[in-house]
């Protein structure tokens, strides 16, 4: 918790309050400034449960891959993105399928975020050294059948969860990287193993949200200069409409309401694998960009902008990071 009267630390806590019948878990982050203290406050409707993959925008056909994957007895899942891209939501939205008697499941969270029924959640506790690590080699002389690492923020814990996907476990976790393609490379960057990366990885799904365009402005427009260059080089039919919110009061005159999610999906296959275990970068690559099942996320957010869902402007700032040598948006 909070001491309110220390104002010279940061601090985090948390705390809950009941709004018109709906439990609001806070999660509350302050930190000292020059004239008092900077205060932020995640609201996380506890009342809502836990959204259907279906809920987060998934694609049906991304859905049935990834199910397929969860049926696998063993292997590490991976859930990527920057913060804020609704990673959590995801994992969360995996363990609810994944939550059915006889199937016993352990979580290791920083904090944790929701409370599931028949599921073993552990919160982390820097201050008496309960850590990631030391929670984990625990958890795995538990007999869990599902194993989720609410971050892989170090190579003890990274080759720890890899480890444990070998032995009969299926472990879920996430990782601060823009697209799934570089996730193999920063797990191998922070010292796992490139044979440990190749046989315990089955798949990585990289996220983010886009703003949905407000349906009470929404307006068909022409793009401009610097959008049609950007159409161009990413080789998008010139067939494509466009559109965007011209603001109203029913979105503050912001042109946006809502968010939604876009995803890729990355299967590891034997190709995959194959270069993984050279330590091979640039081979990998070119395999999972030129697998005909992989899409990268700016691709699901044009087919998104094609449909008046977002704005081009969101499309083209969730594909800053894509290949530019990866053969156009697919």
């Not at 999660?27 to 996380?44: A, C, D, H, I, K």
């Not at 987060?56 to 049926?71: S, Y």
């Not at 993105?81 to 969360?92: A, D, E, N, R």
Request: charged share 20%; net charge neutral.
């Amino acid at each position: 918790g909070l001491d309110i009267s220390e104002k010279r630390l940061p601090q985090d806590g948390r705390f809950q309050i009941r709004v018109k019948g709906q439990t609001i878990d806070v999660r509350m982050s302050t930190m000292p400034v020059q004239f008092g203290e900077s205060v932020v406050m995640r609201l996380l409707n506890q009342s809502n449960g836990i959204l259907e993959l279906e809920a987060t925008g998934m694609p049906a056909d991304v859905v049935k891959r990834l199910r397929r994957i969860m049926q696998s007895p063993h292997g590490m899942v991976l859930v990527t993105g920057p913060t804020g891209s609704g990673k959590t939501t995801t994992l969360y939205g995996v363990l609810s399928e994944l939550n059915q008697p006889g199937v016993k499941i352990i979580t290791v969270e920083d904090p944790v975020e929701y409370r599931l029924p028949r599921i073993n959640q552990v919160q982390i506790n820097h201050k008496i050294g309960l850590d990631f690590a030391s929670v984990l080699r625990t958890s795995l002389r538990q007999d869990p059948d599902v194993l989720m690492v609410g971050e892989m923020r170090d190579q003890e814990t990274a080759e720890m969860g890899l480890r444990g996907a070998l032995t009969g476990h299926l472990v879920l976790s996430t990782l601060h990287t823009n697209d799934a393609v570089s996730s193999t490379l920063r797990l191998i960057d922070m010292g796992a193993a490139p044979y440990l990366v190749a046989s315990a990885l089955r798949a990585i799904l990289a996220q983010r949200l886009v703003r949905r365009i407000c349906p009470h402005c929404k307006a068909r427009y022409q793009p401009d200069e610097l959008e049609q260059t950007w159409l161009t080089h990413f080789q998008a039919p010139s067939s494509l409409q466009f559109f965007r919110g011209m603001g109203c009061q029913s979105c503050n005159y912001s042109g946006y309401k809502g968010r939604i999610g876009v995803f890729e999906l990355l299967v590891i296959t034997k190709p995959l694998a194959d270069a993984l275990r050279r330590n091979d970068p640039d081979a990998f690559a070119q395999a999972a960009y030129g697998d005909a099942d992989f899409r990268t996320l700016g691709s699901m957010a044009l087919d998104y902008a094609s449909q008046g869902i977002t704005t081009l402007d969101e499309v083209i700032r969730v594909s800053e990071y894509v290949e530019l040598d990866s053969g156009g948006v697919r």
